[in-house]
Each structure stands twice: as C-alpha cells, then as structure tokens.
C-alpha cells in the first residue's frame, strides 16, 4: 500500500515530477508508480500489485484503479495537492473531495500553488486541520526577470501582428497559448503555412502525441508550441526565451502561470499578450493581480486598439444584431430585388412594406381543395367583392409550380419597359435565378408569343 500520494491536475506535470522523483531519490530505496490516462492498464496494474511507496497521479486515472479494486489508499501518511489552486477548481472538485474521503483522517496535507485566489483559500481550508503557510514570495507576483508587453489589436490583425513580433524578436525557442482548443489548431496551422517552425500540445490529443511533441519541443527540434493551458502548469523547459499569449486569460492567476514558464533560474525571459478592444476589464483584473500596468507595446504595420470596459458585441445571438442592418441582416428583400434596385436606400429612408393581398375564403377553400372539385367551389361562391383579390385555383391545367411562378411574374411585369431576358433575370429568386426555374420561364415566353 502506498504511503504518499502525489495529484497533479495534468499528465505532463505527473510525468515530470516522476521524472524529477526518479533523479533526486535513485539512492533512496522507494518505489514509485505513475498513474496518467492515456497510457496502459495493464503496465500500471503490474507495477502496483508489486507494491509502490509513492503514487504520482491524476485524479482520474486514481479513481479508475481504485474502482477496479487495485489500489488501497488506507495506509496514506502524506497527501500533496500540486497546483492547488487548479486542482481545487469547479473541474476537479468532486475527483478530489472522493479521494480525500478515501485516505485516513490522520495524514500530513501538503498544499502547492504559485496562485490562490482567496475564495479557493477558503475551500482549501476544508480539507485541512490547523495548517501553517508558508509564503517564499508575494502572491501571484511575476518575476523580476520577465520583460512584459501588451499589444492591443483588432482581432483580424492578431495573427499578422503575432507574426511579426516573432520576426522583430531573437525567439529561441516559445510558447504561444491560446484560450481554446480548437484555436491551438488553427494558429498552429496559420504558423506552419507561413513557414514557422511549430508543434501544437492540447488536451485532446493522444498522450503518446502529446509526450512525442513535448520532448520533441524540449529537444529543441520544434521552435514555436502552440498550446492551451495544459502547459501552463508547472512544466519546466530549460531556456526558454520567450511566451507569448495569443489570447488574454480569463483567468488572471493563469497569465501568471504561464508567463512564468520563462526567466525561470535567474535567466532573462520576455512575455508579450495579445487582447483586442473587449478584452480591458481582463486586463485591468491581470493588472490588478501583479499590482502593476503591463506596458502596452506598438508593432509596426498593425494599427494599434484601445481597451474597452464593453463586452465583445457578436453578429448573430439574441440583441446582437447589427444597428446598420434590419432584420435579414442588411439582405434585399424579394420584393425590392424584382425591380432591379433597393428601396431601402433611394431617399435615406426604409420603404413602407406593402399591406398583405385579402382573399375570400371561397378562394382559399378553392386554392386547398382537390383539383376535381375547385372549379365547383368557384362557381358556387359569390361574386367578387371588389378590393378583394382572387385565389387560382389548382387545376391539373395549372402546371408545375414554377409555371405557375412564371406565369404569374409574366402577368405582373406585362407591358413594362424589361426585355425577356431582363425580365428572366429579375424573377422572384432575384439576380441570381437558378438556371431550372429561368428555363421554365423561357419555355412559357415562348409558348405565349
């Protein structure tokens, strides 16, 4: 049965610590299990049925082997939580409050963080009796040794300005983080097709691909990782000179954590975040946080934003339409295209849409009925009031739909100043008529001369 028990909120951090664990303890006689997703059961299995001392592992995979009746967690003299703000998180939360039930109540609890926000304090106080913290540093203070700058552009302009301050900069080697994944994808594709030298590390890769990029960029095969906050957390890659934030946190503790993946050791780092005009009440909380204004930077060529306390306003969304545009989004309506111009915009103001066409209920009883009896419905109703306009009944003389379409367009437009082929062009589909409907219209101009 194990004795410490080690959690790490991501495989890449549980990996590394095993690795460290590995270096510094090889002349102490302890044996070690890591327990990640992604890799083998039966491997894991193996090496805990023949006894371990220290556990490294993530709350997820821990539970599955516990489930599986694998491990006993009875004997526990030491519990660490690593990145406990993290692992405390609204995500981990329930894996952890389960696995703390599971150890027993006299133990020693260690608690890691760089950051801790007060109310996760408050939460990690729960799990603790009597605690002394130890502070070597203020909190979520950024190190002296980090050189910071804030780009403020239009959200178009993020990539060419990302690309370019690569250029301007002596990059050794980077990473760039991005908010979600599916954006970790797309610049990683923009970089490479611009003849970058990057990789891409997100959760939803295979761990034997996530570790192959890792070592590939720690080895220095790799310049630029595009990422997502996986890497944000603990790892430790030797010299790196620069970290650039593609998107501004959400979360102000993880602007610390990542720039901090650079001047680690004394050595001169440089980080750079990129936030467009919607992203000022992020940035004043990042501020708020290292007590200090980021300094805002220029690059040349890209036309530099103000930040803004308003959220980002989107085109589609309830109340997020557009205030130059009406309800089809600024589109033509059908009516307006017929006649070749838009109304909308003759004389500064919005023409008035015309009434709806009245119909005696005999037409529409005549307009739904069957074909064989329309006509004795017509016959039988009363004569046509004036104002009021007829329904054409279906009849099986009436043809498709598109010729009736085509009939009904000839009627409208008889006699006005449109040639056949205008007139073909500006039907109810507007300028851009499919070709089976101009046809049939074709073939009914034909049939009426």
Same mark, same amino acid.
């Given at each position: 049965?194990?004795?410490?028990?080690?959690?790490?909120?991501?495989?890449?951090?549980?990996?590394?610590?095993?690795?460290?664990?590995?270096?510094?303890?090889?002349?102490?006689?302890?044996?070690?299990?890591? $327990? =990640?997703?992604? @890799?083998?059961?039966?491997?894991?299995?193996?090496?805990?049925? *023949?006894?371990? !001392? +220290?556990? /490294?592992?993530?709350?997820?995979?821990?539970?599955?082997?516990?489930?599986?009746?694998?491990?006993?967690?009875?004997?526990?003299?030491?519990?660490?939580?690593?990145?406990?703000?993290?692992?405390?998180?609204?995500?981990?939360?329930?894996?952890?409050?389960?696995?703390?039930?599971?150890?027993?109540?006299?133990?020693?609890?260690?608690?890691?963080?760089?950051?801790?926000?007060?109310?996760?304090?408050?939460?990690?106080?729960?799990?603790?009796?009597?605690?002394?913290?130890?502070?070597?540093?203020?909190?979520?203070?950024?190190?002296?040794?980090?050189?910071?700058?804030?780009?403020?552009?239009?959200?178009?302009?993020?990539?060419?300005?990302?690309?370019? $301050? =690569?250029?301007? @900069?002596?990059?050794?080697?980077?990473?760039?983080?991005?908010? *979600?994944?599916? !954006? +970790?994808? /797309?610049?990683?594709?923009?970089?490479?097709?611009?003849?970058?030298?990057?990789?891409?590390?997100?959760?939803?890769?295979?761990?034997?691909?996530?570790?192959?990029?890792?070592?590939?960029?720690?080895?220095?095969?790799?310049?630029?990782?595009?990422?997502?906050?996986?890497?944000?957390?603990?790892?430790?890659?030797?010299?790196?000179?620069?970290?650039?934030?593609?998107?501004?946190?959400?979360?102000?503790?993880?602007?610390?954590?990542?720039?901090?993946?650079?001047?680690?050791?004394?050595?001169?780092?440089?980080?750079?975040?990129?936030?467009?005009?919607?992203?000022?009440?992020?940035?004043?909380?990042?501020?708020?946080?290292?007590?200090?204004?980021?300094?805002?930077?220029?690059?040349?060529?890209?036309?530099?934003?103000?930040?803004?306390?308003?959220?980002?306003?989107?085109?589609?969304?309830?109340?997020?339409?557009?205030?130059?545009?009406?309800?089809?989004?600024?589109?033509?309506?059908?009516?307006?295209?017929?006649?070749?111009?838009?109304?909308?915009?003759?004389?500064?103001?919005?023409?008035?849409?015309?009434?709806?066409?009245?119909?005696?209920?005999?037409?529409?009883?005549?307009?739904?009925?069957?074909?064989?009896?329309?006509?004795?419905?017509?016959?039988?109703?009363?004569?046509?009031?004036?104002?009021?306009?007829?329904?054409?009944?279906?009849?099986?003389?009436?043809?498709?739909?598109?010729?009736?379409?085509?009939?009904?367009?000839?009627?409208?437009?008889?006699?006005?100043?449109?040639?056949?082929?205008?007139?073909?062009?500006?039907?109810?589909?507007?300028?851009?008529?499919?070709?089976?409907?101009?046809?049939?219209?074709?073939?009914?101009?034909?049939?009426?001369?």
């Amino acid at each position: 049965m194990p004795r410490s028990l080690i959690l790490e909120p991501t495989r890449e951090l549980a990996a590394q610590v095993a690795e460290s664990f590995e270096k510094y303890g090889k002349n102490c006689e302890l044996s070690m299990a890591l $327990l =990640i997703g992604g @890799e083998s059961f039966v491997d894991q299995e193996r090496k805990l049925d *023949r006894g371990v !001392d +220290v556990l /490294i592992a993530t709350p997820g995979r821990l539970i599955d082997l516990f489930e599986r009746g694998k491990i006993l967690m009875s004997d526990v003299k030491t519990l660490v939580i690593d990145e406990a703000d993290r692992m405390l998180d609204m995500g981990f939360i329930p894996d952890v409050e389960r696995i703390v039930s599971l150890l027993p109540k006299i133990r020693q609890t260690l608690f890691f963080s760089a950051t801790m926000a007060p109310e996760v304090k408050r939460l990690a106080d729960a799990f603790l009796m009597n605690p002394k913290e130890i502070t070597v540093a203020p909190p979520a203070t950024t190190a002296t040794t980090v050189t910071q700058g804030l780009i403020v552009v239009d959200e178009m302009d993020k990539r060419e300005a990302l690309r370019r $301050l =690569i250029r301007r @900069e002596e990059v050794t080697n980077a990473l760039i983080f991005c908010n *979600r994944k599916k !954006d +970790v994808d /797309i610049l990683f594709r923009s970089l490479t097709k611009h003849g970058f030298d990057a990789v891409q590390l997100h959760g939803d890769m295979p761990q034997a691909k996530r570790t192959e990029t890792l070592e590939k960029f720690k080895n220095n095969e790799a310049r630029l990782m595009v990422c997502s906050d996986v890497a944000a957390r603990g790892i430790d890659i030797k010299g790196l000179s620069h970290v650039f934030n593609f998107d501004t946190p959400f979360h102000a503790e993880d602007y610390v954590h990542r720039i901090g993946r650079t001047g680690r050791a004394g050595r001169e780092g440089r980080a750079f975040t990129f936030a467009m005009p919607e992203d000022g009440k992020s940035v004043q909380a990042i501020e708020k946080l290292i007590g200090k204004p980021i300094p805002r930077i220029e690059i040349e060529g890209i036309t530099t934003q103000e930040l803004s306390d308003e959220p980002r306003r989107r085109g589609r969304g309830r109340g997020g339409k557009s205030a130059d545009r009406g309800d089809r989004g600024g589109r033509r309506g059908r009516g307006n295209r017929r006649n070749g111009h838009d109304h909308t915009h003759d004389h500064g103001h919005v023409e008035a849409p015309a009434p709806l066409a009245k119909h005696r209920k005999e037409d529409l009883a005549a307009a739904t009925a069957l074909p064989e009896i329309a006509p004795q419905i017509v016959a039988e109703a009363p004569a046509q009031i004036e104002g009021i306009r007829p329904i054409r009944p279906v009849t099986p003389e009436s043809g498709n739909r598109h010729q009736r379409r085509a009939q009904h367009h000839a009627e409208t437009h008889r006699g006005s100043h449109h040639d056949d082929e205008a007139g073909i062009g500006s039907g109810p589909f507007g300028d851009h008529t499919p070709e089976f409907f101009a046809r049939d219209q074709r073939r009914y101009a034909q049939s009426m001369k």
